[in-house]
């Protein structure tokens, strides 16, 4: 058992090397390729099914391609996946919530196994995210709107240099499509990157320095 | 160290035409030895002092039996080898792997049980030879249940493969703990599954039959693998090129 | 830990970290443990109910057998260490389905394996949780069941300590195969038919040292080998659930 306290590195370049990855029988990843770098912002387009989600996960390193690799700083990913974690963010479809907790007792579990935060601060990320008035009720009482933001809060409390977003504004009103704007421009103007899956315009302050679509 | 071989029998296609060639190499000889080591077994060697004529059965039973366990270690080799290197053909070895090794295990059982009958008086006891082959037998199933839960190739191969792992490492604990149970429940009628102390002309045909029953499955296994590699690899173009071939 | 202010408007930053090569240090790995399992049990309290059920198996299990057997005491006594065991082994089978069932469902598992923290040591603390969940109060129950079968009060310390011990190493045995069987649907059966045949060496030992326990003699060496194959199940089992865990996230 590793009980290595690994701090995060920063993503100053990140590389996806000719990834070819297959489901079964469907070839999904058909040898994506891109340079990202501090402050950048990869938009990733497709149909639905065109393999996103996998694209995603792949980078992440929770699928192993058949070929090509993953590289951040000029090092394979998979060589040292715990410290690439530490300095990473994944936000898939759901919002990984559970609920009986509170939005609250959510984020206390959720992030503090990855980092210690004090109360001030997740009240803080919270008030963020226009969260403070309902975040004391079980999250089986918010709406899919709400736990969007809950999730968004987990994003903010989080110093990771590279985010992974899957659809992150689904479920979102306009106001808080524009808090996942300010987020993410935050995230790009200290240095960090973002990876983005979403058929969807990116939300107002934020420009992609690239798009990948993918194909089905 | 050279290791070419090694990745080269990775490759789908080539191990695919290495099967094919090599099957008759172990089919033959095991057909021979499997007949000779039989009639020699079952004919010539002398009846046994104690148990007459109803020893002979161990000419299928201790074959069977060695066979079943030999299997599952060949299967959980084949399991590790394909989780770490991610060798799709491995996978494809340890899945044909386990309808061999269970049906061995199930001939065992059943030679084991027809040779309790005439000293025991009744079909089953709950020795640890038998009581062990039984557990094996659940392992078999549980192995090949568990692929046939995932829909998904890649998923029923790494997660039967990390049981076939598991079982593995537990087989021996298993089995010293069934002998250690049946150690403290020693029935009265000491009626055992002892080994006859064995002349040559009794043991050779044991050995005959074990390298038979060897070289059986080896043969029986390339088949089958063959069947494996064409269903996984049905959608890939060189198996529309090998086959009009 | 990086300063950070109180937002004074919606639009301030959270953080005013220049870089992040001094991003705040990772949480240490037992504190990330420790976290993981007043989640798991601060989960469990708050759906009470569930708690029961396990519990109400074990009890229904036990007395099935006066009822399809024979209400003799002194019969009952001659089966109780295999009637207790094998309702122990049942009802915390019934359990393990839980063990990670929802975690797996909302992506929990998977904020756990991109962590940055061991997913060995994580799946340890949900699996120490389980245990005090199910395990610990089942072998606090079972001196109820014994003395429905007729054992004699002196053996109670003994079998509560044998099923301490015992359903230790039966919640991480099952946890490898709850983590095997994750995202199948109906897996009852079949993760009965994987946990069972490498449970058996716990029922052996478990049952002779109870069965020694309610006679009154010493049960220390079965004890001692059920302790063995404990220690081996803590410090094996949570690796291989790992394991299986990742190969169900791929």
């Not at chain 1, 590195?9 to 040898?31: I, S, T, Y």
């Not at chain 3, 897996?187 to 069972?196: D, F």
Request: proline share 5%.
């Amino acid at each position: 058992m590793n009980l290595r306290d690994s701090g995060a590195v920063p993503v100053n370049h990140l590389e996806a090397e000719d990834l070819q990855l297959w489901r079964g029988d469907r070839h999904v990843l058909k040898g994506v390729a891109f340079v990202l770098g501090r402050g950048e912002c990869l938009q990733v387009t497709g149909t639905n099914g065109a393999g996103k989600t996998t694209l995603l996960r792949t980078l992440c390193g929770l699928m192993v391609p058949e070929a090509g690799r993953v590289l951040c700083e000029g090092r394979d990913v998979r060589k040292d996946l715990p410290a690439f974690h530490s300095s990473l963010m994944y936000l898939g479809h759901e919002a990984p919530l559970k609920a009986d907790l509170t939005a609250r007792e959510n984020l206390h579990y959720w992030i503090g196994v990855r980092r210690s935060v004090p109360g001030s601060i997740l009240d803080a990320a919270l008030a963020r995210v226009g969260a403070s008035a309902w975040c004391e009720r079980l999250v089986r009482t918010l709406s899919a709107g709400q736990k969007r933001r809950v999730a968004l809060a987990g994003l903010a409390l989080m110093f990771a240099p590279l985010w992974l977003l899957d659809e992150p504004t689904t479920n979102l009103d306009t106001e808080g499509q524009q808090v996942v704007g300010a987020l993410m421009a935050e995230q790009l103007a200290r240095g960090g990157a973002i990876v983005i899956a979403t058929h969807q315009q990116l939300p107002a302050p934020v420009r992609a320095a690239r798009i990948l679509e993918l194909a089905a | 160290m050279r290791w070419t071989w090694f990745h080269r029998l990775a490759s789908p296609p080539y191990l695919y035409g290495l099967a094919a060639r090599l099957t008759p190499w172990f089919a033959w000889p095991a057909a021979l030895l499997i007949l000779g080591g039989l009639y020699a077994g079952l004919v010539l060697a002398p009846p046994d002092y104690q148990q007459g004529e109803g020893f002979r059965i161990i000419y299928v039973h201790v074959p069977s039996a060695w066979m079943s366990l030999m299997v599952y270690v060949i299967m959980g080799v084949a399991a590790a080898v394909g989780l770490i290197w991610r060798m799709k053909v491995a996978h494809a070895v340890a899945a044909s792997c386990a309808p061999i090794g269970a049906s061995f295990t199930v001939a065992a059982l059943v030679t084991g049980s027809l040779w309790g009958k005439p000293m025991w008086g009744t079909w089953w006891e709950w020795d640890p030879r038998l009581t062990s082959e039984l557990i094996l037998l659940f392992l078999y199933l549980g192995f090949m249940g568990l692929r046939a839960g995932f829909d998904d190739t890649q998923r029923a191969d790494r997660a039967g493969a990390l049981l076939a792992i598991v079982g593995l490492v537990n087989v021996p604990i298993i089995h010293y703990s069934v002998i250690w149970w049946n150690s403290l429940h020693q029935a009265p009628s000491v009626m055992r599954f002892g080994k006859p102390a064995m002349p040559p002309a009794m043991l050779t045909p044991l050995l005959v039959l074990l390298l038979g029953f060897t070289l059986f499955f080896a043969a029986v296994l390339l088949v089958r693998v063959r069947a494996e590699i064409l269903q996984r690899e049905r959608a890939a173009r060189w198996i529309g090129e090998t086959l009009r071939t | 830990m990086s300063s950070a202010r109180m937002p004074a408007a919606a639009g301030a930053a959270i953080n005013t970290a220049a870089s992040f090569g001094q991003a705040t240090p990772a949480a240490p790995a037992l504190s990330a443990a420790r976290l993981a399992l007043a989640r798991d049990l601060t989960l469990a309290f708050r759906k009470r109910g569930q708690l029961i059920q396990p519990l109400a198996f074990f009890a229904l299990v036990t007395m099935l057998f006066p009822l399809a057997v024979s209400p003799e005491l002194a019969r009952l006594r001659a089966m109780a260490p295999g009637v207790l065991w094998v309702a122990a082994l049942l009802a915390s089978l019934l359990a393990l389905e839980f063990l990670f069932r929802d975690d797996a469902y909302d992506g929990t598992l998977e904020q756990y394996a991109l962590s940055g923290q061991s997913l060995t040591w994580l799946l340890f603390a949900k699996t120490v949780a389980h245990w005090l969940l199910t395990g610990l109060p089942l072998a606090l129950m079972a001196p109820l069941a014994a003395l429905s079968l007729g054992v004699a009060a002196a053996a109670v310390p003994g079998i509560v300590l044998v099923m301490l011990v015992g359903t230790v190493a039966l919640s991480l045995i099952g946890a490898i195969g709850a983590a095997l069987t994750l995202g199948m649907k109906r897996s009852g059966a079949l993760l009965a038919l994987l946990t069972l045949p490498l449970s058996l060496p716990v029922l052996i030992y478990g049952a002779r040292a109870t069965e020694l326990a309610i006679a009154g003699n010493s049960y220390l060496a079965p004890l001692e080998l059920l302790a063995a194959l404990a220690v081996l199940a803590v410090t094996l089992a949570p690796l291989a659930a790992a394991a299986a865990v990742r190969i169900s996230l791929e």
